[in-house]
């Protein structure tokens, strides 16, 4: 019998990449893996243009969650409209997914804890502490987080920490 697969999967389109991304994501988070891989064949080649037996999709497990990469051709891009956030408990954790991701992408896309991976993806690597200090009754706290965090690229949760005291 079929494994029973999540309700949503999210697909990420790449132009010839699908395989080279599901690996590296698969990398940087636990609890990560492979499935199953597609592969193109003769028939819709007028339509979908790629080789016979070139991979169209790689599904992918990161985190307990279900991805498939497509390798569909050039004509989609990512863009920041999309993100996928990172909770962290700690620096550590956001030192680590920041440096892993970072690796090879946008330097300038990284702003207020966002990132754009080698691939084009969008990244928020967040502390969960810097969320609760948003939702803080008082707004003059609230305001000096804001104000810390829109002058930082990678967040830095000992500096959000101390303004946030005051």
Known sequence: MAEIMQK???CLWFNMQAEEAAKFYVSIFKDS?????????KEGQEIHGKEPGSIMSVEFRIAGQEFMALNGGPMFKFSEA??????????EEVDYYWDKLTEGGDESAQVCGWLKDK?????QVVP????????DPDTEKV???TKSFMQ????DLNELQRVYEG
């Open 143 to 145: 305001e000096r987080v």
């Open 33 to 41: 893996s492979i499935g199953r891989v597609t592969r193109y064949v």
């Open 128 to 135: 969960i502490a810097m969320n609760e200090m948003l939702v």
């Open 8 to 10: 949503f999967t999210t």
């Open 82 to 91: 999309v993100s996928f956030i990172i909770n962290c408990e700690t620096q």
């Open 152 to 155: 930082m690229k990678k967040l």
């Open 119 to 123: 691939f084009g993806v969008s990244w």
